[in-house]
């Protein structure tokens, strides 16, 4: 089984920048994509950025030149830079694990217990 631990959430102002970090149980090259997905209250999960084995990232548009997705192999971590953050960034934080687990293009998603961002005057 793997396990996600997020951290690095929390209050902050507009205009501010926060650094999440998701650390996995085990090493993050046998994944085949990483990222982090957000839920706010009344809305469905959605993208905000993933990373590839190979390093390839891809940003939901919202956040697109404001966050920043990097991978550490050798500390099994995944951490989301966010700049210029904006009252509808709020949102509960997910990092996900993905592996294909066939030619087909099955896929299985891990998930961490997420952690809470704020953004608010």
């Known amino acids: 089984q793997v396990q996600l631990v997020e951290s690095g959430g929390g209050l902050v102002q507009p205009g501010g920048s926060l650094r999440l970090s998701c650390a996995a149980s085990?090493?993050?090259?046998?994944?085949?994509?990483m990222g982090w997905y957000r839920q706010a209250p009344g809305k469905l999960r959605e993208l905000v950025a993933h990373?590839?084995?190979?390093?390839?990232?891809n940003y939901g548009d919202t956040v697109k030149g404001r966050f920043t997705i990097s991978r550490d192999n050798a500390k099994n971590t995944v951490d989301l830079q966010m700049n210029r953050l904006k009252p509808e960034d709020t949102a509960v934080y997910y990092c996900?694990?993905?592996?294909?687990?066939?030619?087909?293009?099955?896929?299985?998603?891990?998930w961490g217990q997420g952690t809470q961002v704020t953004v608010s005057s």
């Open positions: 996900n694990a993905r592996v294909v687990i066939n030619v087909e293009g099955a896929i299985s998603d891990y």
């Open positions: 085990r090493r993050i090259f046998s994944f085949d994509a």
């Open positions: 990373i590839t084995s190979s390093g390839n990232s």
